[in-house]
């Protein structure tokens, strides 16, 4: 059951300007940062608030690593902003499974490893009126 906005993913070219923006503009402070090589990006996650199911909703800034990642095709059509949403789960697989019994085609065969330990999956925006769609099983209500 998808039970939260784990987060929003916004894509940058510059990280480090991006987290000044939110910082000088809203206040929001870096929770956790990291490089994702598999996804190609470095990021930035900022915690707006927990949630009652015991996770947390984020934004998740994103840079692009390499010329050939997913986000710096994203930005290079598209330029900066919101990239993908995210839903937060207990059970990414059982919910990736049933999403995909209904013919939504979720993008990996097994979740990968996300943020902060998290456990991540996609769904393909063209079969969710253009909006890429990510699940995500945060370390904390994993129970695998
Ligand atoms: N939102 C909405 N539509 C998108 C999109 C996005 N983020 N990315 C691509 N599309 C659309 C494109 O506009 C294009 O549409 P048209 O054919 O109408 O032009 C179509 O999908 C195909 O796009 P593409 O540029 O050819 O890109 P690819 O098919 O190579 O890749 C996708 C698209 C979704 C399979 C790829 O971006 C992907 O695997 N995404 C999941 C991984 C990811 O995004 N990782 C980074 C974030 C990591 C994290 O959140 O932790
Ligand atoms: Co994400």
């Known amino acids: 059951m998808l039970t939260r906005i784990d987060h929003i993913g916004i894509a940058c070219f510059d990280l ?8 000088a503009t809203y206040g929001f402070e870096v929770f956790h940062s990291e490089v994702n090589e598999e996804q190609g990006v470095r990021e930035a996650m900022l915690k707006i608030n927990d949630t009652d199911d015991g996770g947390a909703s984020y934004l998740q800034l994103l ?15 598209n330029g900066e902003g919101v990239h993908h949403i995210a839903f ?3 059970d990414v697989d059982g919910d990736a499974a049933d999403i995909k019994a209904k013919g939504v085609r979720v993008l990996y065969e097994e979740p990968r490893r996300g943020s902060m330990g998290s456990r991540i999956t996609f769904l393909h925006p063209k079969d969710c009126g253009g909006v890429l769609t990510e699940l995500v099983t945060s370390a904390e209500s994993d129970g695998h």
């Open 16 to 23: 480090d300007k991006t987290v000044e923006f939110y910082r």
């Open 63 to 77: 840079e692009p690593t390499r010329e050939d990642s997913t986000v710096a095709k994203w930005l290079a059509k």
């Open 88 to 90: 937060g789960t207990a």
